[in-house]
């Protein structure tokens, strides 16, 4: 799956959907040879009609580049949110996202801690 697609899936998905198809997405990223990685993150996907979500894109395409020891696509670069978001907003959730988001999503205001990233 590439990042369009997910973008493409994210569309109109309820929330724990979108999660599902996150998850999805990082376990085919996981599998892939190192050498195909890049192609799944290169094309600049639609806007999924979610700002939140446009940027969380970003922000993961940038963090799985870094990963695998490369730039982001520059697409991403322009991405970021004006307002935090923190997709898991309980106390405990913040907290933990706030000291444990990886640089690419702090840096675009969104918080999410590392170990929900890492499901596959």
């Known amino acids: 799956m590439t990042i369009v697609?997910?973008?493409?899936?994210?569309?109109g998905a309820e929330e724990s959907l979108r999660w599902r198809l996150i998850a999805e997405f990082l376990e085919e990223y996981r599998w892939e040879p190192a050498q195909l990685?890049?192609?799944?993150?290169?094309a600049e996907p639609a806007t999924t009609g979610d700002d939140h979500?446009?940027?969380?894109?970003?922000?993961?395409?940038e963090?799985?580049?870094a990963r695998d020891a490369r730039d982001g696509?520059?697409?991403?670069?322009?991405?970021s949110l004006r307002r935090f978001w923190f997709p898991f907003n309980g106390r405990a959730a913040r907290v933990d996202a706030i000291v444990n988001a990886p640089a690419a999503f702090r840096r675009r205001g969104v918080f999410v801690a590392r170990q929900e990233l890492e499901v596959a």
């Not at 990685?37 to 290169?42: D, H, I, Q």
């Open 5 to 11: 697609r997910l973008a493409e899936l994210l569309v």
């Open 37 to 42: 990685r890049p192609g799944l993150l290169a």
């Open 53 to 61: 979500w446009d940027v969380f894109l970003a922000a993961l395409a």
């Open 63 to 65: 963090h799985l580049a």
């Open 73 to 79: 696509p520059a697409w991403a670069a322009t991405r």
